[in-house]
């Protein structure tokens, strides 16, 4: 895309930046939109809209781009809020952390699959139709969805007024300020948030810039890397619900930095092996902690306000991925390499450990 546009690759990070400015927009309505319409209808909606975002960047217009991120961003505000949502209500507290890293192993197992099949889509026929083949997965999610509808989202309330999803908006941002235990897992989640989407998002890039790697072996390390995430999340919220989160968490962080450290070091004299083992901690560390931080979420929200501090959460969250990865791309920007970038994450992992210590 880079290549056939004239834009930097490196602009994969304000990319980024705008899928959660778009977030920002959508993410703090989602306790009303749940409340009048339900889990599920909820997440249909959006991932429709995610589709209609992916595929608008088809036009190839640097301003399409811009604008598929923003629109895909917008679809994606809502998702998390209604996952947990759905799923608090019907978790025994012994298996909490199981059933939402269980969860939140599609958030890699969707990566995977995209790092597996948009570079084939794309060195094969060209990468609008692996563009294309993302959107319609999104729509193929939706309809699938259907079936669940009547059981899951029987707590709606269709009467709810149009208004009300302003209203509950304000309320759910309200809670970082009058929770102080949502606030501390909030900031340890913006933490480790930024290695986790840079490593998403500079992986390969990094990889075919820097050190020569051709565009599909990239994708695949970076599929290892997230089938590492999917196991992951399993392993560590088997763990949690035995020991706590907080101790996993902090194994987690630290090795995250250790991981984005090692990132920070690696040159196109190290042996692809290591690559290779850089992505596989970097999966399991750096994307293996959503599952508890949701966890988490769930435990300390307010009763029946899952939705909303999961929304203001990721509130948050936004603010701060629409920061980050462009710090990360201006870093490249200043200094020709990748280097200052994942040196950023290690820092910003060893803040989130020191949150917990605290917390």
């Known amino acids: 895309m880079a290549a056939e546009t004239g834009l930097p690759a490196s602009l994969a990070g304000v990319h980024t930046a705008l899928v959660y400015a778009g977030a920002l927009l959508s993410g703090p309505l989602a306790q009303g939109l749940l409340r009048r319409f339900g889990g599920i209808r909820v997440c249909q909606g959006s991932l429709l809209v995610i589709a209609a975002g992916i595929a608008l960047a088809v036009l190839g217009h640097p301003l399409a781009l811009a604008a598929s991120a923003v629109v895909g961003g917008i679809g994606h505000g809502p998702l998390t809020p209604a996952g947990s949502h759905l799923l608090a209500a019907r978790t025994p507290a012994r298996i909490r952390s199981l059933v939402f890293g269980l969860k939140q192993c599609g958030v890699p197992a969707g990566a995977m699959l995209v790092a597996f099949l948009a570079p084939l889509l794309g060195a094969a026929f060209g990468w609008r139709w ?3 083949g993302v959107a319609a997965l999104a729509v193929a999610l939706a309809l699938a969805l259907q079936p669940l509808r009547a059981v899951l989202d029987a707590d709606r309330d269709p009467t709810a007024t149009r208004a009300a999803p302003w209203r509950e908006a304000m309320a759910s941002l309200a809670l970082l300020r009058t929770e102080r235990r949502l606030r501390a897992v909030t900031l340890v989640c913006c933490g480790l948030g930024i290695s986790q989407f840079s ?11 820097m050190l020569g790697t051709p565009l599909v072996e990239a994708g695949m390390r970076l599929a290892a890397g997230q089938a590492a995430g999917i ?8 763990l949690a619900d035995r020991i706590g989160a907080g101790p996993v968490l902090r194994a987690l962080g630290l090795g995250t930095a250790a991981s984005a450290a090692g990132l920070a070091l690696a040159g196109p004299d190290w042996p692809g092996l290591a690559i290779l083992v850089l992505a596989v ?11 508890l931080l949701l966890a988490e979420v769930a435990r300390v929200a307010p009763p029946g306000r899952v939705g909303a501090a999961t929304a203001a959460m990721g509130f948050a969250f936004g603010i701060t991925m629409l920061f980050a990865p462009s710090l990360f791309s ?3 920007g200043l200094t020709g390499d990748y280097r200052l970038g994942f040196g950023l994450c290690a820092v910003m992992a060893l803040l989130a450990v020191a949150v917990l210590r605290r917390g």
């Open 199 to 209: 490593f998403f998002s500079f992986f390969v890039v990094w990889q075919v810039q």
């Open 281 to 291: 901690a970097m999966g399991a560390t750096a994307v293996g902690w959503n599952g």
């Open 231 to 238: 196991a992951g999340r399993i392993l560590w919220a088997l």
């Open 330 to 332: 201006l870093a490249v």
């Open 130 to 132: 692996g563009v294309l």
